[in-house]
Each structure stands twice: as structure tokens, then as C-alpha cells.
């Protein structure tokens, strides 16, 4: 089964930016779409950004003109440039490996161990 590891989160003042990496043990083609979820304390996860197989992207409207997702199928690899951050983006980031029919389906063992991104005002 592909594992999924997300790196890049850190500490950043608001109006910063921090890139998030997920990197897959196998090829992120097992996947015909890739996503970023957040989950915010005492809030419901939320589905940030996902990118198909064909490379089609779609955002949540709180993120879209900041955040880019982009993949290098060569690695292996899903990728989250978020810019201009806010305080209300700290959240733990997950990346997931699903599918794409119309919306985002994230595979229910596809979920990496999440990353920690805490944006200060």
C-alpha cells in the first residue's frame, strides 16, 4: 500500500509563506486525484485543494488565489505553495491519495500523518 509523508509546515507571521511537500512510497499514478486537507482545532476538516491525475486543480474559496497544489509525477510528489497566509490557515495539513468523480474522494487509507502549520498575527 502507497504511504503518504508531509513535510514543510512550520511557524510563519501572517502574510508569509510555507510550501508543504507530501511525498508517496509509490507512484502517485495509484491515484487518479491527490488532495490537502486542514483540520483546525475544534473545527471539521476541511478539504483545501485537490489536483487530478490530469493535472486539474480546484481550491476551497478561503484559500483559492493564495495556494497553489502542483505535482511532479516524476517524484513521486504532491506539492501546497500557500502564500499570503492568515492566522485562520493554522491548521494541521493532511495530504491524501483518492479519486476525482465530479468531487474529491479521498481514500480512507490514503491519509499521510498530518503536518502542523501555525500562522502568527
Known amino acids: 500500500q502507497v504511504q503518504l509523508v508531509e513535510s514543510g509546515g512550520g511557524l510563519v507571521q501572517a502574510g508569509g509563506s510555507l510550501r508543504l511537500s507530501c511525498t508517496a512510497s509509490?507512484?502517485?499514478?495509484?491515484?487518479?486525484?491527490m488532495g490537502w486537507y486542514r483540520q483546525a482545532p475544534g473545527q471539521q476538516r476541511e478539504l483545501v485543494a485537490y489536483?487530478?491525475?490530469?493535472?486539474?486543480?480546484n481550491y476551497a474559496d478561503s484559500v483559492r488565489g493564495r495556494f497553489t497544489i502542483s505535482r511532479d509525477n516524476a517524484e513521486n510528489k504532491v506539492d501546497l505553495q500557500m502564500n499570503s497566509l492568515k492566522p485562520e490557515d493554522t491548521a494541521i495539513y493532511y495530504c491524501?491519495?483518492?479519486?476525482?468523480?465530479?468531487?474529491?474522494?479521498?481514500?480512507?487509507?490514503?491519509w499521510g500523518q498530518g503536518t502542523q502549520v501555525t500562522v502568527s498575527s
Open positions: 489536483i487530478t491525475s490530469g493535472g486539474s486543480t
Open positions: 491524501t491519495g483518492g479519486e476525482y468523480g465530479g468531487s474529491y474522494y479521498p481514500g480512507a487509507g490514503y
Open positions: 509509490g507512484s502517485i499514478f495509484t491515484f487518479n486525484a
